[in-house]
């Protein structure tokens, strides 16, 4: 393809850079025409009608509602059925929301799983006999889950004595969902039936023996996350559920159903039920249109993030000499960046947060291995390693480095042993691991900004920025700029203030760059608003 580039003269056209960004654009384009085919339901017109399956109950007709508990996962009889809620006059275009005690039985309290079971018929008729029947639609959902407790904390020095609870084997137990959500599609809609989408046909029960469809019933499980479940003791009899209901749209059930089986075919991927927990948090807790808007940005911060990711690696590649550049700062960036992720693998941190880290871990010791010009040789079983030879600039660069370290230490190591003396003293930890990864973790978030000193005390001394990572720390800035979009509609005031912050730092820097204090302020901004945004996040 690159020789195919050249003879078209396209070389300085066509770039491995723009490459990315014509996919990139196009995966945006094809995301955003799935979501609109999902709302965008083939209808039934006059010229076909004959093809068309029907509401089977009136526009204006009430129903029964009811909803039942029980121990068993499938269609049962009444008897082994414990009603909870029975509404006789519902209608699908009422929203309302109604609070019931729920008499949990004996065997819920050790562990075994209760289901709801929601069930819509016509009004006055049994769902358990014929012909209510077949006229009847059902939904059933678990109400409990099964969660792993946390692990107690405890002051290390006042509480040496205690049981350690941390270390004996933690089993599940059994939390209840005290909200239940309750959608059915209110508007009447004719469907083609040889135009529509299997899914739809799957979500729509037809009455048998003709071409109507009972009310399409949803009972929302993306709504109910394990951070707002409730412990079930052993001594408890009753529990609190509330039940809300409120119409949707058939887009609307399509585009969670698709959802829910995504995150289904995660799970044999290594992904836990918290994992999928913090990724259904993000469509429950954000408007749809916010969503759709939030998803439009993120292509453009992964975009950043995979062109900062090569740029760096291209430069660390390429990179022959470590003149103008820190040492120490490299050695600082993959020290914190392991301690980072063993403090996010001690607080069983999602995946999808741990593997980034870790693979953030593995190219920062191989930029290590760079900026020391290591060597490893292989003598049979051995390995040896080398370290290369250095020039007389990088000698020099190296001693006003080591100078800048001698002046931070005298003032950073008593900040790192005086905040984790005051943290064995006054927090709770689950064990000393626990404390050291904390007073660790907690030194590199507050002190970070302080390593930086070297490199600018290396760019002041050689009177230069021209031997940076320029075009990687701009990617970088971009991709945290976008990454502040995404979180704007969470952390709105501090957002606002550190996106402030990050453009005061780099819009001025073209200016600032033309002098010899510019390229150090412009270094200052370029890497420490990207680390204080990272930290910040």
């Not at 409990?144 to 904390?153: D, G, Q, V």
């Not at 939390?175 to 009447?188: F, G, K, T």
Request: glycine content about 4%.
């Amino acid at each position: 393809p690159a020789v195919c580039i050249r003879m078209l003269g396209l070389g300085r056209v066509v770039t491995f850079t723009s490459v990315v960004v014509v996919v990139f654009t196009g995966l945006i384009f094809n995301s955003f025409w799935s979501l609109y085919s999902l709302f965008e339901i083939p209808l039934c017109t006059l010229k076909n009608e004959n093809f068309c399956v029907r509401p089977y109950f009136g526009p204006d007709e009430k129903l029964d509602l009811r909803v039942y508990i029980s121990t068993l996962s499938s269609a049962a009889a009444s008897s082994s059925l414990v009603p909870i809620l029975h509404d006789n006059n519902f209608s699908a275009s009422e929203s309302w929301s109604k609070t019931v005690n729920v008499s949990l039985p004996s065997s819920a309290r050790y562990n075994q799983t209760l289901y709801v079971h929601v069930i819509i018929c016509p009004r006055g008729k049994s769902p358990f006999e014929s012909p209510g029947n077949s006229q009847s639609i059902r939904a059933i959902v678990p109400q409990t889950t099964h969660i792993l407790p946390k692990s107690t904390a405890f002051n290390l020095i006042a509480g040496a004595n205690e049981t350690k609870s941390n270390k004996s084997a933690l089993r599940p137990v059994t939390h209840w969902h005290p909200a239940l959500n309750i959608h059915s599609v209110a508007d009447r809609l004719l469907f083609d039936r040889k135009t529509l989408p299997s899914d739809v046909w799957y979500t729509v029960k037809i009455v048998p023996s003709t071409y109507f469809y009972l009310p399409i019933l949803y009972v929302d499980r993306m709504s109910t996350l394990q951070r707002q479940t409730k412990l079930m003791n052993k001594g408890d009899t009753v529990k609190e559920l509330q039940i809300n209901y409120s119409p949707i749209s058939l887009g609307m059930i399509r585009l969670l159903n698709h959802f829910t089986a995504s995150l289904d075919t995660m799970k044999p991927l290594g992904f836990s039920d918290k994992d999928l927990d913090e990724l259904k948090g993000i469509f429950v807790d954000t408007n749809i249109y916010l969503l759709a808007l939030t998803f439009f940005i993120s292509f453009f911060h992964l975009l950043f993030d995979f062109l900062a990711f090569k740029n760096d690696i291209s430069f660390w590649r390429k990179r022959k000499t470590m003149v103008g550049l820190s040492t120490r700062v490299v050695l600082w960036r993959c020290f914190s960046q392991a301690v980072i992720f063993f403090y996010l693998l001690d607080e069983h941190t999602s995946l999808l947060v741990l593997i980034p880290a870790g693979i953030g871990s593995i190219i920062e010791i191989w930029k290590v291995t760079r900026a020391l010009k290591l060597k490893f040789v292989w003598t049979g079983w051995m390995v040896r390693i080398e370290r290369g030879e250095t020039t007389k600039n990088e000698d020099e660069t190296e001693n006003f480095d080591s100078q800048a370290m001698s002046y931070l230490s005298y003032l950073l190591w008593p900040l790192v042993i005086g905040g984790a003396a005051y943290s064995l003293l006054y927090t709770a930890h689950r064990s000393w691991y626990s404390w050291i990864i904390n007073s660790l973790v907690n030194g590199v978030y507050a002190f970070g900004f302080l390593f930086m000193l070297p490199q600018l005390f290396v760019n002041y001394k050689l009177k230069s920025v021209a031997h940076l990572p320029w075009r990687a720390f701009m990617y970088k800035v971009s991709s945290r700029i976008t990454s502040l979009m995404i979180l704007l509609s969470m952390y709105l005031k501090s957002v606002v203030i550190d996106f402030w912050v990050c453009c005061t730092g780099m819009f001025p820097s073209a200016w600032l760059s033309r002098n010899r204090l510019g390229n150090f302020c412009c270094y200052w901004c370029s890497c420490n608003i990207p680390l204080y945004i990272h930290i910040k996040q």
